[in-house]
């Protein structure tokens, strides 16, 4: 009795295709199966109190520390004296030309810095967000042109908690507020100017203050060699 000889089957399309079809679903289950189990990221830790603190300005704060910058300036300006003797002072050129109306609002946001005791790392990236913001002028509302309800040196949001629209219109008030926000930053002193701005102004544009800092720098320097010597010794 002879044994059944098996005779192979040929390959027909319909055939490969299927072999094609189990083999592309093996390797789809495969890597399904190596991503599911993958090492996965840790989730981002939630934000810190501190760090809430800062993304909500404390109106009320900010205005009575403005309540006493103002008062230390008008004390000052009282007091003042002529030195007896010029004082030699050299700063550079700053690489725009700005107005006078431009250099006394900066020299306004230079002058509080001074009297919270900020670097002069603190008072260089005030005005070089200012410069971003506002080319230095103290906006009111621009109709259409206006960016939400942003107004003031700072572009500062009365519905962002940052004060009312009087408080963030007033230079005093909004440089102090920006200050106080600067200082709630991590390690503010040691980030690029752009990242510790941001880390303030949280703009749509993040690395457009980078560019004003050599002109921020410049017009500081300039204008620390004019304020008063008991201002610099705060």
């Known amino acids: 009795m002879y044994e059944p000889v098996s005779i192979p089957r040929p390959l027909t399309r319909r055939r490969v295709g299927c072999m094609l079809v189990v083999l592309l679903l093996l390797v789809v289950g495969g890597?399904?199966?190596?991503?599911?189990?993958?090492?996965?990221?840790?989730?981002?830790?939630?934000?810190?109190?501190?760090?809430?603190?800062?993304m909500v300005p404390d109106a009320a704060e900010s205005e009575a520390l403005a309540a006493i910058v103002r008062s230390r300036l008008a004390n000052l300006a009282a007091s003042a004296t002529p030195p007896p003797e010029?004082?030699?002072?050299t700063a550079p050129d700053t690489p725009t030309a700005w107005n006078e109306t431009q250099r006394a609002n900066a020299k306004t946001i230079v002058e509080v810095g001074l009297a919270l005791g900020m670097p002069e790392r603190g008072l260089?990236?005030?005005?070089?967000?200012?410069?971003?913001?506002?080319?230095?002028?103290?906006?009111?509302?621009?109709?259409?042109?206006?960016?939400?309800?942003?107004?003031?040196?700072?572009?500062?949001?009365?519905s962002m908690g940052w004060g009312t629209p009087e408080q963030v219109t007033d230079p005093v008030y909004s440089a102090t507020a920006f200050y106080l926000a600067l200082q709630r930053v991590p390690n503010w002193e040691s980030l690029e100017l752009t990242v510790a701005a941001q880390s303030v102004?949280?703009?749509?544009?993040?690395?457009?203050?980078?560019?004003?800092?050599?002109?921020?720098?410049?017009?500081?320097?300039?204008?620390?060699?004019?304020?008063?010597?008991?201002?610099?010794?705060?």
């Not at 410049?218 to 010597?229: D, E, G, K, N, S």
């Open 31 to 54: 890597v399904v199966v190596v991503w599911k189990t993958r090492p996965r990221e840790p989730l981002p830790e939630r934000l810190t109190l501190d760090q809430l603190a800062m």
């Open 86 to 89: 010029p004082v030699v002072c």
């Open 124 to 158: 260089i990236i005030a005005v070089a967000t200012a410069m971003q913001e506002s080319s230095l002028y103290n906006l009111g509302h621009l109709g259409e042109r206006n960016d939400h309800d942003s107004l003031g040196l700072f572009q500062q949001r009365p």
């Open 201 to 234: 102004q949280r703009s749509a544009f993040p690395n457009a203050y980078a560019k004003w800092e050599a002109d921020a720098t410049a017009l500081t320097q300039q204008i620390l060699c004019t304020v008063a010597p008991e201002l610099r010794a705060q």
